[in-house]
């Protein structure tokens, strides 16, 4: 049997939930749909929530909780996440994830944000319904690290990078602690936002998001490329203002994404500069590691390794590190300390 000690890693892009014993057993896109003014009775949640957006009617609003890493909506969210579980009243206990007095939460929260906003992922399990024995908080990048198969114990120093959906966050990691973090408003989001644009601006062509997402798993590459590859896409002609199809390129796509793609290249840099000699060694010796979803973009490794001169590790399911990694702390005892308790007194 399971036990009811859960990790959440509430992504912008997607929740994860890992149950202890159990393995990852949420994987739903962050969103939650509702008729205007119901915040409190949601039309659908997840993945479900997902697939009206882009396509509800004007009173039914379709939103993602999480912002560029931080809770922006925190009804939503805890709404949400309550859904996700049952709450055991009794002695029979529900089938799926329960949360009872004996439930342990464990969240991951990014490094470079305020403690305000910390507390808040803290808050959101400790005053929702869920019944709970102990919530703890990770932070984003060790748990990723570990995820990820680093050995973060050790006193090596580790450069970790998680390109997610709304953030790409840069860590400097070693004996089990952040060195330094920074945590900048790019990732897959901003890719598809740029996207978009373009296509507007050279086809005269409005697309929707998730389109410009497609767009950008078919046809970005973090380096130039020589050979032309295309894909059509529908969406609405600004002039005519009906429903055109037309061929995009990657050449399109690659300029699209460029100047995100520099940010991250400078801000990488901007660490690495400050990164002590003694561990800078260690990252001259072990190179890279990248995570998040977005490292699934074709050549982002060879882009990087490019304009860093360092070695580039890329991991399996990397968006999934986080979660994992919030795993191996609730099974192993070794990662134990990784965890922490945010009391109020914490904050006096
Ligand atoms: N094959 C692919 N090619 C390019 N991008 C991809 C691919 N698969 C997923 N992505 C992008 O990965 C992003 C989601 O990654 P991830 O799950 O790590 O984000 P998140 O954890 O929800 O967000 P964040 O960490 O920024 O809060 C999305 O922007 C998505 O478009
Ligand atoms: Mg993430």
Redesign the pocket.
């Known amino acids: 049997m399971s036990d009811k000690i859960y990790g959440i ?1 509430m ?4 929740l994860k939930i890992y149950q202890k014993g159990a393995g990852v057993v949420v994987q739903q896109k ?1 969103m939650i749909a509702n008729v205007k003014r119901k915040e409190r009775e949601p039309l659908a949640i997840g993945d479900e929530a997902y697939s009206m957006y882009e396509k509800a009617p004007t009173n039914i609003e379709v939103r993602q909780p ?1 912002i560029n ?1 931080v809770i922006a909506d925190f009804t939503a969210m805890q709404i949400m996440i309550q859904m996700y579980f049952k709450v055991a009243r009794g002695k029979n206990s529900p089938e799926g994830l329960v949360a009872n007095g004996n439930s342990e939460f464990y969240i991951a929260v990014p490094t470079d944000i305020t403690e305000v906003e910390k507390r808040a992922f803290y808050d959101l399990i400790a005053s929702s319904t869920l019944k709970t024995r102990k919530i703890r908080i990770v932070e984003k990048p060790i748990a990723d690290a570990l995820g990820a198969g680093l050995d973060v114990l050790d006193a090596t120093g580790r450069l970790i990078v ?1 390109i ?4 790409t ?1 840069i860590s400097l990691i070693s004996l089990g602690g952040i060195v330094q973090s920074r945590l900048l408003k790019i ?3 901003k ?2 936002e740029a996207i978009q644009q373009a296509v507007k601006k050279k086809h005269n062509l409005v697309i929707g998001m998730k389109s410009a ?1 497609r767009l ?2 078919q046809l ?1 590459s973090g380096t130039r490329e020589d050979e032309d590859i295309t894909s059509d896409v529908m969406g609405r002609n600004l002039i005519t203002g009906l429903p055109s199809r037309v061929t995009v390129d990657n050449h399109l796509i690659f300029e699209a994404m460029a100047e995100s793609m520099s940010s991250i290249i400078d801000a990488i840099r901007f660490i690495l500069e400050k990164t002590p000699p003694e561990l800078s060694m260690d990252i001259m010796h072990d190179g890279i590691c990248m995570t ?3 490292t ?2 074709k050549n982002l490794d060879n882009l990087i390794r490019q304009e860093t001169g360092l070695n580039i590790m890329k991991v399996e399911d ?2 999934l590190t ?1 979660v994992k990694g919030l795993g191996m702390i609730m099974e192993n005892p070794l990662y134990e300390r990784m965890a922490y308790n945010l009391q109020e007194s914490d904050f006096q």
Do not use: L, Q
């Open positions: 890693d992504g912008t892009n997607s962050n999480i890493g998680n997610g959906a709304d953030t966050e990732g897959g989001t890719f598809d997402e950008k798993m970005a998040g979803g977005s699934y973009i990397p968006e986080v």
